[in-house]
């Protein structure tokens, strides 16, 4: 007797793509998966040059394992080679695009990471393919600051057997990677060693002044702010750390819970506030924020390195102006010098927000190549030196976008 047919269970329906979610929206449709990348030998080949230039780039390109290629082009074996050449290309590609140096080996940076995962970088490795165009895409993800490029030139004019000189640079052109490869057509750059905040526009320095960083005890940590504006004769809330120091003296006004004890000190506007005229609107996780001081004696200091984390700025209330009356803005120099007399506290948007950026760059380049040296005030450098020269850590293309 033959054996009975097995059963075969019918397959479940489809599932519509379209058909609503329990909770109204639409389920969206599957993305698709595209096969592995197909690399010709001529576009490894250029692979392998870029991972040389990378030299040129403060990079080393030995964590980027050329002979692995090497080894797979000589193989004949097409599948192998195109699935280090893929490999290779996302490591390079990632730290050309965000540093080598991440993650808490940055050392007090508080800026994230521009998107570039695994998506980004394969939709730019196709494209590359496609256009045979390995080098060109690998170059269009460098910094196009001009300092990034005269960091450049003095890395390429310096003597190599001098490897703290050339270890600093190295140093200074991963922190350009660090930062989004457009800072923006407008925005503010304080770099702390140096002590100075600059008005970036349109590529050139429209205003730079003096800055005061935050003292040893006190870093002003690495961070970028959005700034919607200004206060114009702000209060200062006193932050927790040194709330004893002003616990109770005059000219301190003291906030209190319903259960009538003290939450915290602020000190209202006027000629003793220690944030002077001006503070700016410009939130972020770390708390830190430019202001005007009632000590501007401070600024003829060569060594700026004095406030409790936030940046004092010297005539900001002059760049306050400038910035409010741009765009056709309503808060005209004549109506801020009105409301400072006035002493009241008013918070005046920018028509057209800009970012701020507080950076660290310990070394700093002519066009020519020549180098200016500041000093490591937070001790900082030593740390990511150690980390862009660890050849165990690699390429970065795996690791998750870091703060």
């Known amino acids: 007797m ?29 993305a698709p998966v595209l096969p592995p990348p197909v690399w010709l030998p001529g576009d490894a080949q250029a692979l392998l040059t870029a991972i040389a230039n990378v ?15 090497q080894a797979a082009l ?52 196709r494209k590359a393919l496609a256009e045979h165009n390995i080098i060109g895409s690998l170059k269009g993800l460098l910094p196009t600051h001009p300092q990034y490029l005269s960091l450049r030139a003095a890395l390429a004019r310096a003597d190599k057997a001098d490897a703290k000189a050339v270890n600093l640079i190295r140093l200074n052109m991963d922190r350009w990677r660090w930062l989004p490869q457009d800072l923006g057509s407008k925005y503010i ?23 005061i960083a935050g003292a040893l005890k006190t870093k002003t940590p690495q961070i970028s702010s959005l700034a919607r504006g200004v206060w114009l004769n702000p209060w200062w809330e006193v932050p927790p750390s040194i709330a004893r120091e002003v616990a109770g003296k005059r000219g301190y006004v003291a906030v209190k819970g319903a259960d009538g004890k ?70 005209t120099p004549e109506r801020v010098d009105e409301i400072l007399a006035s002493g009241k506290t008013v918070n005046a948007k920018f028509v057209k927000p800009l970012p701020v950026y507080i950076v660290y760059f310990s070394a700093a380049a002519l066009n020519d190549g020549t180098i ?32």
């Open 189 to 211: 750059i304080v770099n702390v060693p140096s002590f100075h905040a600059t008005l970036v526009q349109d590529g050139a320095a429209r205003w730079k002044r003096r800055a």
């Open 262 to 331: 003290v939450q915290r000190w602020r000190q209202p506007p006027g000629p003793a506030n220690a944030l002077g005229k001006i503070k700016f609107d410009m939130p972020n996780s770390e708390a830190i924020f430019l202001h005007d001081t009632n000590a501007r004696s401070r600024f003829n200091s060569s060594v700026r390195a004095l406030s409790h984390g936030c940046v004092r700025t010297q005539d900001i209330v002059e760049l306050s102006k400038l910035l409010l009356a741009d765009d056709g803005g309503e808060y």
């Open 74 to 125: 000589r193989s004949g074996d097409p599948a192998a080679m195109s699935q280090v050449a893929t490999d290779l290309y996302r490591r390079v590609a990632s730290d050309l695009a965000q540093g080598h140096v991440r993650g808490a080996d940055r050392n007090e940076w508080h800026i994230r990471d521009d998107k570039f995962g695994e998506a980004e970088q394969m939709a730019l490795l």
């Open 372 to 403: 200016t040296t500041y000093a490591d005030l937070y001790k900082r450098d030593d740390k990511v030196i150690a980390a862009l020269l660890d050849r165990s850590k690699g390429g970065a293309a795996v690791k998750t976008a870091s703060r």
């Open 2 to 30: 033959p054996a009975p047919a097995a059963q075969v269970q019918p397959a479940p329906p489809a599932r519509d793509p379209i058909a609503p979610l329990p909770d109204g929206q639409p389920l969206p449709p599957p």
């Open 55 to 69: 030299a040129a780039e403060g990079l080393d390109p030995r964590d980027y394992d050329p002979a692995q290629l």
